[in-house]
T-cell receptor
Framework: QKEVEQNSGPLSVPEGAIASLNCTYS??????FFWYRQYSGKSPELIMS????GDKEDGRFTAQLNKASQYVSLLIRDSQPSDSATYLC???????????????FGSGTQLTVLP | NAGVTQTPKFQVLKTGQSMTLQCAQD?????MYWYRQDPGMGLRLIYY???????DKGEVPNGYNVSRLNKREFSLRLESAAPSQTSVYFC???????????????FGPGTRLTVL
């Protein structure tokens, strides 16, 4: 099992719909969770961070965290063609005993919003 | 305020050549990181520096060395490049150290490296 797992997609949604991106993680001790957006040929850009169970909303984006189920998701409301990108889930976790916590990334979900 | 900058943007090397990738940040962040990104593999941590004067190995350190020159600059060196090191390299920085849970990292534009 990968430490951070995402459905690679591609995920296609029509313009104006809700896009739902999912991520599961294996380390129960993980405390911090992030969503990055990466346009083709560009660097990852942080769009959401979440640290507590429940929902966190920022504009059209909502991050959801369920630590008991080891699950974090990102909802994009009113999806726009400009949201077409790869979305990376990242989890702050301890790689090995005695090591400092590090960010571990999933392989990303490619989202296409169709006009 | 440029954020995180990287040089060069593109580089082609022959097997066995060496090179240094440069990274600088102007956000007064304590921690800096080097990642590589390969298709289908996501981002993998090569080395990181939790603070000026310290460096530690990440997930895939073999074949690389790093130097934290000062608080602003963190370089990555390939001593003898191999085709397996063909990748996109990203530098990142964060205000708080690795031990903190609040580790929001900000990325540079990347260096596309091809080793022939």
């Amino acid at each position: 099992q990968k430490e951070v797992e995402q459905n690679s997609g591609p995920l296609s949604v029509p313009e104006g719909a809700i896009a739902s991106l999912n991520c599961t993680y294996s380390d129960r001790g993980s405390q911090s969770f992030f969503w990055y957006r990466q346009y083709s040929g560009k660097s990852p850009e942080l769009i959401m961070s979440i640290y507590s169970n429940g929902d966190k909303e920022d504009g059209r984006f909502t991050a959801q965290l369920n630590k008991a189920s080891q699950y974090v998701s990102l909802l994009i409301r009113d999806s726009q063609p400009s949201d077409s990108a790869t979305y990376l889930c990242a989890v702050h976790r301890q790689i090995s005993s005695g090591s400092a916590r590090q960010l571990t990334f999933g392989s990303g979900t490619q989202l296409t919003v169709l006009p | 305020n440029a954020g995180v900058t990287q040089t060069p943007k593109f580089q082609v090397l022959k097997t066995g050549q060496s090179m240094t990738l440069q990274c600088a940040q102007d956000m007064n962040h304590n921690s800096m990181y080097w990642y590589r990104q390969d298709p289908g593999m996501g981002l993998r941590l090569i080395y990181y520096s939790a603070s000026e004067g310290t460096t530690d190995k990440g997930e895939v350190p073999n074949g690389y060395n790093v130097s934290r020159l000062n608080k602003r600059e963190f370089s990555l060196r390939l001593e003898s490049a191999a085709p397996s090191q063909t990748s996109v390299y990203f530098c990142a920085s964060s205000e708080q150290g690795q031990a903190s849970s609040y580790n929001e990292q900000f990325f540079g534009p990347g260096t596309r490296l091809t080793v022939l």
